[in-house]
């Protein structure tokens, strides 16, 4: 069965269609008469680029988050507005507060970065939540791969990003991070929200307990621009070994980490920017 892949929302406007930018990520995913909504954007973007695309999210009834920051969820509620007894698929943790804490001329800044309603203003609406931590198919053919467990030693590329414990802010350890797997009919293609988690973790856990220890492709938001020339340089041998056909990265990878992989991997890489879709 043929497997469309539209990214709805994301940094950069990829096609001439009416189409905007927002820093953010939201893909839409179609296979036969299932839709699934991966992410929504930060809320400027989704309603107006899905309409441009002739998507009408009227017809989906699902939507998984990747995680809580405000630029995967802030379209939840315009979402709702469309399909309002949606199914919301996203790991427990998805409604803890977030921070982002950077240096200004004015000082550190701590910046309210997490999902931007309650659970209870969105259940009025009529989303259905279904949270787990657990790996789980969400749709026919479509894995939420769910917690993320992580290597001994693991911490974060991204040292601003923060949750509050008691009266301090801590670095955020992502419990939240999920990604989905398609089953496609080229292959498996794993689909990335911000992959706070990282790419190597991700892969494992996928492998751990599905056994799929290759992907036709990997789309979405990798993180890498957080990360340094030594984490593009693993990231660059992870996609080697799990013998990846098509890299298609936007969001949080950033303009040089992109440009290095698609130094290394020539035209196997290419924008998942708003308004481009693939086939599988
Ligand atoms: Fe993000
Ligand atoms: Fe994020």
Redesign the pocket.
């Known amino acids: 069965m043929k497997t469309t892949v539209t990214v709805l929302c994301e940094n950069t406007a990829g096609v001439p269609m009416k189409i905007i930018g927002e ?3 939201s893909i839409l995913i179609e296979r036969g008469e299932d839709r699934l909504l991966f992410d929504t954007g930060q809320g400027m973007s989704l309603l107006r680029n899905a309409s441009s695309l002739g998507k009408d999210l009227s017809q989906v009834a699902r939507v998984a988050l990747s995680h809580g ?1 405000f ?2 969820t802030g379209g939840l509620a315009d979402f709702l507005d469309a399909s309002p007894h949606a199914t919301v698929f996203a790991h427990p943790d998805v409604f803890i507060e977030r921070f982002a804490q950077f240096e200004s001329p004015a000082g550190t800044q701590t910046m309210s970065i997490g999902i931007p309603f309650a659970r209870e203003d969105l259940e009025k609406k009529g989303a259905q939540f279904d949270l787990s931590p657990a790996l789980r198919e969400i749709a026919p053919g479509i894995t939420f791969t769910g917690e993320i467990p992580r290597p001994e030693g693991w911490k974060t590329w991204d040292n601003r990003l923060m949750i509050r414990e008691g009266d301090d802010f801590v670095s955020d350890p992502f419990p939240d991070d999920g990604s989905l797997v398609l089953d496609t009919d080229r292959g498996p293609v794993l689909v990335l ?2 992959a706070h988690a990282g790419l190597h973790a991700i892969v494992d856990h996928v492998r751990d307990k599905t056994g799929i220890d290759h992907f036709h492709a990997i789309l979405g ?1 990798t993180h890498l621009g957080a990360g340094t020339r030594d984490d593009w340089e693993k990231a660059l041998d992870l996609l080697e070994s799990c013998r990846v056909e098509k890299i298609a990265t936007s ?2 990878t950033g303009f040089h980490a992109a440009s290095f992989l698609a130094c290394q991997l020539g035209d196997r890489v290419s924008p998942a920017a708003a308004g481009v879709s693939f086939e599988f």
């Open positions: 820093h953010g990520l920051h630029d995967h929200g911000c938001g969001h949080c």
